[in-house]
């Protein structure tokens, strides 16, 4: 995106992908990140007190999203620079030490002002596009991310404290800058935690964030103050006064990764403090326990801002492309079927060099742009719960076509799939059904007969463009 913020756009609105999520790291747009103290006279709350060049791959991306109908989520991101880190930091810690909560909010107010559609950069003329969807920090059960996690032998948390006085600033910071009716997502976690890896398992960190003990109940005594929690229940109402994000976000969102070719429906045995994408109930039931917990009756939404599989290649141990690509189609079938999960996720177009070391292989793409069996499984998904069933007997298909949206938007027509079937042995597919596409983001969801052993497919064709397919689905009729 950074490289050729232009040409990525063009490609993830011809998947159709509606949102794309950007980080906006605090350092990459503070001056002298580098450095013990800000600049003298510094206002970390004027847009225009950072350095111009700093904004502008950001302005970029903002106006040709915009030019484009794209949407963006800027997740307002670690690592701070080294001037807002807090005091009795070791010298390994890293600027993402007891961040100051002060100077993230005037950052937060920053970025929120520019980005308030009323903004105009000193020497245009014209303001920049308004941004409406927020995420406030990443993975905050993470230590690379946030420190520390936790002291006295992990037995008391401390990043849930942290992560709760930067939630705080930022929240009153969009709200001053106008953004107090867009999405404002929360949470950010990361699915697991492993405390010699300097990780706290994610519901384990939300128990903290909200003042829970491990059976949900709330806090009391020492236990809650040493969290900065109230100490007795006369306190809870302040508490959650001051703590206004924590109640009234958008949603609160999770990385909800699967681990090697595990299924979507695979919950992690012996981790009940995982928030990876089996245990989401249990995270969207934690959740309803702390609002109940303060006499709110919040059923947050949970939004998937991370998630893909690893695959083989590159990674060893992993799923291959093909197993990968019906893996996402299952995962994005239960999310769809979820009214409590509001979005599915697709992290990254392009999988990193390998020179760069990451491990980070989740990507549509090979890290030379060949499009991997994900590629066309994300852009046109498909899902067939039953795949062995009666010769004519009726199976839900359910697919969508991610493209249709902006054909639908660009052409003013009506968008129509073809389900297609080839009986084994056969050289080619037939249509058996075209269904109509009445959900604005193309999804659907029909019955349909399949008169024999053979493979089923989605076919869709872009306006002026070429045909494209889905993956192949095999079912067996009896």
């Not at 909010?105 to 308030?116: D, E, I, M, W």
């Not at 998937?304 to 695959?311: A, I």
Request: glycine content about 8%.
């Amino acid at each position: 995106m950074l490289a050729n913020p232009s040409g990525t756009l063009d490609t993830l609105r011809s998947l159709g992908v509606d949102v794309v999520k950007v980080f906006v790291p605090w350092d990459d747009i503070a001056p002298d990140p580098a450095s013990s103290h800000p600049p003298a006279g510094f206002d970390g709350s004027d847009p225009s007190a950072y350095p111009a060049a700093n904004w502008a791959i950001y302005d970029t991306i903002v106006r040709d999203a915009a030019a484009r109908g794209v949407g963006l989520d800027l997740t307002l991101a670690e690592p701070p620079p080294r001037w807002a880190r807090g005091a009795g930091a070791p010298a390994d810690a890293g600027p993402q030490w007891k961040p100051s909560p002060a100077l993230f909010g005037q950052f937060v107010h920053a970025v929120g002002a520019r980005y308030s559609g009323h903004y105009t950069p000193p020497g245009e003329t014209k303001p920049l596009p308004r941004v409406s969807t927020w995420s406030i920090w990443n993975e905050p059960n993470y230590g690379p991310e946030l420190k520390p996690q936790a002291i006295d032998h992990w037995r008391i948390p401390v990043s849930p404290m942290l992560y709760r006085g930067l939630l705080d600033a930022a929240w009153d910071a969009l709200l001053a800058t106008g953004h107090g009716h867009d999405t404002i997502l929360i949470g950010e976690l990361a699915p697991r935690g492993i405390e010699a890896a300097d990780g706290m398992v994610p519901l384990r960190f939300v128990r903290a964030l909200y003042c829970l003990s491990d059976s949900l109940q709330p806090l009391r005594g020492a236990a809650a103050t040493v969290l900065g929690c109230p100490p007795t229940a006369a306190g809870s109402s302040a508490f959650r006064a001051r703590n206004p994000a924590l109640f009234d976000a958008s949603g609160f969102s999770d990385h909800p990764y699967p681990q090697g070719q595990a299924k979507p429906d695979f919950v992690t045995p012996d981790e009940p403090d995982y928030a990876d994408f089996a245990a989401l109930p249990k995270l969207m039931s934690t959740l309803d326990h702390a609002q109940q917990a303060y006499g709110a009756s919040k059923r947050f939404q949970i939004w998937s801002t991370e998630f893909g599989y690893k695959t083989n290649p590159p990674l060893a141990l992993q799923a291959s492309p093909t197993v990968a690509a019906s893996l996402i189609n299952w995962s994005e079938y239960l999310s769809w079927r979820n009214p409590r999960i509001a979005s599915y996720d697709q992290f990254g177009l392009v999988d990193p060099l390998p020179s760069s070391g990451s491990s980070f292989v989740t990507a549509l793409e090979s890290s030379n742009g060949t499009p991997k069996a994900t590629y066309d499984a994300y852009r046109m998904p498909v899902w067939l719960p039953v795949t062995s069933f009666s010769s004519g007997q009726p199976v839900e298909v359910w697919g969508c076509v991610r493209p249709a949206r902006y054909a639908r938007i660009d052409s003013g027509r009506v968008q129509r799939v073809r389900i297609q079937f080839k009986r084994a042995g056969a050289a080619r597919f037939a249509t058996v059904a075209t269904v109509t596409l009445s959900d604005p983001y193309g999804y659907f969801d029909v019955d349909q007969a399949f008169p024999r052993t053979g493979a089923v497919r989605l076919a869709w064709t872009y306006p002026h463009g070429a045909e494209i397919f889905s993956r192949t689905v095999s079912v067996t009729a009896h």
